[in-house]
């Protein structure tokens, strides 16, 4: 595997379900962020890890908990959703988090569908 | 802080016709300027950046942008556009704090007609 990988690639889960979304990259990058996607908005950046410890937290609600054991894995574990947290959640890792240029390398998004 | 508007959601062209993806920020400090395509059923890739130095900067797959401070832009620009840059373009912009966010507009998505 290269680059950055997520799984699963779609999810449909109800409101009521706990499930999580894995993110492993394999650029032996410091930095790993998890962003937002919606239809016709932009991307909304959720949390951001840098040497797994959060740096950051985008006022995002408790039902979305982020876990980053090491520097390679990220995890945003899942309960209580609601419909309107449907969307396309991107990962994203960068060599260093406070680095001028800081270009992120994507993962291909889970498809997160909640009933 | 900084913002980044794409004025055109869509924009479609003919295959070989040249395109221009419009790109205005918003910031009372320099900036980092970025590109990054998504192509169906996948992620973002950079397509170029603007750190410093040249305003006209060369990215991968014959796609350029021009920086202009003045007009507080950074257009995308491709002069002959191909069935596989069907995507959606998001520009970046970036502050020179260590600590600032990168801030995505809202996309545009690039389609080619046959």
């Known amino acids: 595997e290269t680059g950055v990988t997520q799984t699963p690639r779609h999810l449909v889960m109800g409101m009521t379900n706990k499930k999580s979304l894995k993110c492993e990259q394999h650029?032996?990058?410091?930095?790993m962020y998890w962003y937002k996607q919606s239809a016709k908005k932009p991307l909304e950046l959720m949390f951001v890890y840098s040497l797994e410890e959060r740096v950051e937290n985008n006022s995002v609600p408790s039902r979305f908990s982020p876990e980053c054991p090491n520097s390679s894995h990220l995890f945003l574990h899942l309960h209580t959703l609601q419909p309107e947290d449907s969307a396309l959640y991107l990962c994203?890792?960068?060599?260093?988090?406070?680095?001028?240029?800081?270009?992120?390398?994507f993962g291909p998004g889970t498809r997160l569908t909640v009933l | 802080a900084q913002s980044v508007t794409q004025l055109d959601s869509q924009v479609p062209v003919f295959e070989e016709a040249p395109v221009e993806l419009r790109c205005n920020y918003s910031s009372s400090v320099s900036v980092y300027l970025f590109w990054y395509v998504q192509y169906p059923n996948q992620g973002l890739q950079l397509l170029l950046k603007y750190l410093s130095g040249s305003t006209l900067v060369k990215g991968i797959n014959g796609f350029e942008a021009e920086f202009n401070k003045s007009q507080t832009s950074f257009h995308l620009r491709k002069p002959s556009v191909h069935i596989s840059d069907t995507a959606e373009y998001f520009c970046a912009v970036r502050g020179p704090s260590s600590a600032s966010k990168i801030i995505f507009g809202s996309g545009t998505r690039l389609s080619i007609r046959p």
């Open positions: 994203a890792s960068s060599q260093d988090w406070l680095a001028d240029y800081n270009e992120q390398f």
């Open positions: 650029l032996g990058h410091n930095a």
